[in-house]
């Protein structure tokens, strides 16, 4: 068992900048698969970018402004968002993903969720 624990969410005018991490309570390493979501009011749950033995990959409204990356030393998953739009207000998650040997083969881990809030 792990537990992930978002933090960095806020209130940021359009432009700015934030930080999102998640900590995890024990190695990371076991996670070949991790990577952020969001989900926005009356919308469906997204998938923002995700990592995968180095390899990343983001949703289109983010590419170019969002950079994930994770840090195995310190069990923790970063991503940063730039040039923040108001369309990128959401409840941000955590996932990891762990691979098992019977079906489905894999597990996955949710942190609780930080508010990202983009308004003027």
């Known amino acids: 068992q792990v537990q992930l624990v978002e933090s960095g969410g806020g209130l940021v005018q359009p432009g700015g900048s934030l930080r999102l991490s998640c900590v995890a309570s024990?190695?990371?390493?076991?996670?070949?698969?991790m990577g952020w979501y969001r989900q926005a009011p009356g919308r469906e749950r997204e998938l923002v970018a995700k990592?995968?033995?180095?390899?990343?990959n983001y949703a289109d409204s983010v590419k170019g402004r969002f950079t994930i990356s994770r840090d195995n030393n310190k069990n923790t998953m970063y991503l940063q968002m730039n040039s923040l739009k108001p369309e990128d207000t959401a409840v941000y998650y955590c996932?990891?993903?762990?691979?098992?040997?019977?079906?489905?083969?894999?597990?996955?881990?949710w942190g609780q969720g930080t508010q990202v809030t983009v308004s003027s």
């Open positions: 996932n990891g993903r762990v691979p098992h040997d019977r079906t489905p083969y894999y597990e996955d881990y």
């Open positions: 024990r190695s990371i390493v076991s996670m070949n698969v």
């Open positions: 990592t995968t033995y180095g390899i990343t």
